[in-house]
T-cell receptor, first 113, second 117 residues
Framework: GENVEQHPSTLSVQEGDSAVIKCTYS??????FPWYKQELGKRPQLIID?????GEKKDQRIAVTLNKTAKHFSLHITETQPEDSAVYFC????????????FGRGTQLTVWP | DAGITQSPRHKVTETGTPVTLRCHQT?????MYWYRQDPGHGLRLIHY???????DKGEVSDGYSVSRSKTEDFLLTLESATSSQTSVYFC????????????????FGPGTRLTVL
């Protein structure tokens, strides 16, 4: 099956700085890559996703880039704010399984005011 | 949030007892999933369902069984709970038949915190 690696596991930034989280995947047939944000004690919530026919997608302060050749994708958060502090998960939809997502282990992002 | 509820939200049980967790959805979504979340491991898939009575194993299915007798309910059973099954369990759903939600988005329930003593 698919294997998703996520780095770093923890990330601390100053408010206003940018944050980048990177993920790699193993299945070249994977075609969908969502990112979830999970605040303490809450459920994971989708914040942005990208499909394999697109190289970059942006939504206000967050963006995701995909490099299919290298099999890696990244989440970029600009102008970080304390409310961005959370655990972020990347995931990949394997090419051979309907709807099933494979998740990375998560990145704890802390934004210091 | 999509119409997903989980019950119970918290449960403490003893080793060796059976436990059933329920996921209920009101979105008529075809796909339903059970994950467990543990520190340092992220979200790991236990079982999933792609239709009524159609289920398949995920990566950590040992010690768990599931059933889906109707579209809206997906049950996760621990036949004989062990301390290693202490975790937070999330249900997720995807795909709305005839609706506006894309096939691939998964929406999560509020979670169930299970403690096995």
């Amino acid at each position: 099956g698919e294997n998703v690696e996520q780095h770093p596991s923890t990330l601390s930034v100053q408010e206003g700085d940018s944050a980048v989280i990177k993920c790699t995947y193993s299945d070249s047939a994977s075609n969908y890559f969502p990112w979830y944000k999970q605040e303490l004690g809450k459920r994971p919530q989708l914040i942005i996703d990208i499909r394999s026919n697109v190289g970059e997608k942006k939504d206000q302060r967050i963006a995701v880039t995909l490099n299919k050749t290298a099999k890696h994708f990244s989440l970029h958060i600009t102008e970080t704010q304390p409310e961005d502090s959370a655990v972020y998960f990347c995931a990949a939809r394997g090419g051979s399984t309907l709807g099933r997502l494979y998740f990375g282990r998560g990145t704890q992002l802390t934004v210091w005011p | 949030d999509a119409g997903i509820t989980q019950s119970p939200r918290h449960k403490v049980t003893e080793t060796g007892t059976p436990v059933t967790l329920r996921c209920h959805q009101t979105e008529n979504h075809r796909y339903m999933y059970w994950y467990r979340q543990d520190p340092g491991h992220g979200l790991r898939l236990i079982h999933y369902s792609y239709g009524v009575k159609d289920t398949d194993k995920g990566e950590v299915s040992d010690g768990y069984s599931v059933s889906r007798s109707k579209t809206e309910d997906f049950l996760l059973t621990l036949e004989s709970a062990t301390s290693s099954q202490t975790s937070v369990y999330f249900c997720a759903i995807s795909e709305s038949i005839g609706g506006g939600i894309s096939y691939n988005e998964q929406f999560f329930g509020p979670g169930t915190r299970l403690t096995v003593l």
